[in-house]
C-alpha cells in the first residue's frame, strides 16, 4: 500500500490521462459486446458533447489542482485533520481517506444539487443524455466541476488527507464512475452483489430516469454504503429505465453543446422538478 500511495502521490499528468482515457476505451468497447440497450444512435456522434466536457472538467481540474496540492502538503505538514488526529495504521488511514472523501466530495454534492434550485439547473447537463453510456460519467458543467472540486478540497482540509491519498481516491472514482454509467449489461446477480460494496451500473442508472422519486435516489459514486445509510437508495428494474429529465426533454437540445452551456440559466419548458 505505500509503494502504491507513493505512485500516486507522483503521479504525472501523462499517468492519469492514460487513466481516463484507457478507463473510456476499455468500457466503450465492452458496451458493444453487451449492451444493457441496444440504443438506436450514432456513439460517436453523441460522445461528442460528452467528451467537451470531459475536456471541460480537465480544464478546471488542472488549473486549481495547486489548490488541491497546497491544502494537502500543508495538512500533512502540520498534522491537521481528523485522520491525523489520531493514531491510525496506514493502510486503515488510506482506507478511511478514500472511503470518507467519498462521502464529502461525491455523495453529499451531489445530494445537494439535487436539493438546491439553482444547483440542480447546472447538474441538468449529466441527466440530461437520452443515451447513457460511459462518456456520461464526465458529462458535467465546468460550473459543477468547480462545485465537485470545492468539495473535494473542503475533504481534503477536513479529513487531512496526504495528495497520495486524493490522487488515489480520485482515480478510483473517475475508473468507478465510467463503470456504473457503461451500458453495460451485467449478470442480474453480480451486479446485485456489486451493489452492496460499491455502486453498480443497474444501481447507477436508477438515478438517471427521467422523473421522481427516482431521480433524486441511488447518489453514491464509489460507495453504495452512503445511499443505504441515509436512506436515498432505491431500486427499479431496469428495463422501465427511460432516461433523460421531464423538465427538460428536447433530445435534439439536448446533444448541443451550447444549449447544454447556458442550461443552468434557461427556464424548464414543462413541469419543475422544484
Given at each position: 500500500?505505500?509503494?502504491?500511495?507513493?505512485?500516486?502521490?507522483?503521479?504525472?499528468?501523462?499517468?492519469?490521462?492514460?487513466?481516463?482515457?484507457?478507463?473510456?476505451?476499455?468500457?466503450?468497447?465492452?458496451?458493444?459486446?453487451?449492451?444493457?440497450?441496444?440504443?438506436?444512435?450514432?456513439?460517436?456522434?453523441?460522445?461528442?458533447?460528452?467528451?467537451?466536457?470531459?475536456?471541460?472538467?480537465?480544464?478546471?481540474?488542472?488549473?486549481?489542482?495547486?489548490?488541491?496540492?497546497?491544502?494537502?502538503?500543508?495538512?500533512?505538514?502540520?498534522?491537521?485533520?481528523?485522520?491525523?488526529?489520531?493514531?491510525?495504521?496506514?493502510?486503515?488511514?488510506?482506507?478511511?481517506?478514500?472511503?470518507?472523501?467519498?462521502?464529502?466530495?461525491?455523495?453529499?454534492?451531489?445530494?445537494?444539487?439535487?436539493?438546491?434550485?439553482?444547483?440542480?439547473?447546472?447538474?441538468?447537463?449529466?441527466?440530461?443524455?437520452?443515451?447513457?453510456?460511459?462518456t456520461t460519467a464526465n458529462r458535467h458543467h465546468p460550473l459543477e466541476s468547480i462545485i465537485r472540486f470545492a468539495f473535494t478540497l473542503l475533504g481534503v482540509l477536513i479529513l487531512g488527507t496526504s495528495i497520495g491519498v486524493v490522487f488515489l481516491y480520485q482515480s478510483i472514482s473517475l475508473i468507478l464512475s465510467q463503470f456504473n454509467h457503461a451500458n453495460i449489461k451485467l449478470p442480474l446477480n453480480l451486479d446485485n452483489v456489486l451493489s452492496f460494496i460499491i455502486v453498480s451500473p443497474d444501481m447507477h442508472k436508477v438515478h438517471?430516469?427521467?422523473?421522481?422519486?427516482?431521480?433524486?435516489?441511488?447518489?453514491?459514486?464509489?460507495?453504495?454504503?452512503?445511499?443505504?445509510?441515509?436512506?436515498?437508495?432505491?431500486?427499479?428494474?431496469?428495463?422501465?429505465?427511460?432516461?433523460?429529465?421531464?423538465?427538460?426533454?428536447?433530445?435534439?437540445?439536448?446533444?448541443?453543446?451550447?444549449?447544454?452551456?447556458?442550461?443552468?440559466?434557461?427556464?424548464?419548458?414543462?413541469?419543475?422538478?422544484?
Amino acid at each position: 500500500m505505500i509503494d502504491i500511495i507513493y505512485f500516486f502521490e507522483n503521479i504525472s499528468s501523462l499517468h492519469r490521462s492514460i487513466i481516463l482515457i484507457g478507463g473510456i476505451t476499455f468500457f466503450w468497447s465492452i458496451e458493444s459486446i453487451i449492451p444493457l440497450f441496444k440504443f438506436n444512435y450514432k456513439k460517436l456522434k453523441h460522445a461528442i458533447p460528452n467528451l467537451f466536457f470531459t475536456l471541460t472538467t480537465i480544464v478546471v481540474n488542472f488549473s486549481l489542482a495547486f489548490l488541491l496540492l497546497t491544502s494537502a502538503d500543508w495538512v500533512t505538514a502540520n498534522n491537521f485533520g481528523i485522520l491525523n488526529y489520531f493514531e491510525i495504521p496506514f493502510l486503515i488511514n488510506v482506507l478511511l481517506g478514500v472511503f470518507l472523501l467519498d462521502l464529502i466530495g461525491a455523495y453529499l454534492p451531489h445530494y445537494i444539487q439535487h436539493k438546491v434550485k439553482f444547483l440542480w439547473r447546472i447538474h441538468l447537463v449529466h441527466h440530461s443524455d437520452h443515451n447513457v453510456d460511459t462518456t456520461t460519467a464526465n458529462r458535467h458543467h465546468p460550473l459543477e466541476s468547480i462545485i465537485r472540486f470545492a468539495f473535494t478540497l473542503l475533504g481534503v482540509l477536513i479529513l487531512g488527507t496526504s495528495i497520495g491519498v486524493v490522487f488515489l481516491y480520485q482515480s478510483i472514482s473517475l475508473i468507478l464512475s465510467q463503470f456504473n454509467h457503461a451500458n453495460i449489461k451485467l449478470p442480474l446477480n453480480l451486479d446485485n452483489v456489486l451493489s452492496f460494496i460499491i455502486v453498480s451500473p443497474d444501481m447507477h442508472k436508477v438515478h438517471h430516469h427521467y422523473v421522481m422519486p427516482y431521480t433524486d435516489s441511488n447518489y453514491g459514486n464509489i460507495f453504495s454504503f452512503w445511499d443505504r445509510l441515509f436512506g436515498t437508495h432505491m431500486s427499479l428494474e431496469p428495463s422501465k429505465i427511460i432516461y433523460g429529465v421531464d423538465t427538460f426533454f428536447n433530445k435534439e437540445e439536448n446533444q448541443k453543446i451550447n444549449s447544454l452551456l447556458y442550461r443552468p440559466f434557461e427556464k424548464p419548458k414543462s413541469k419543475s422538478k422544484k
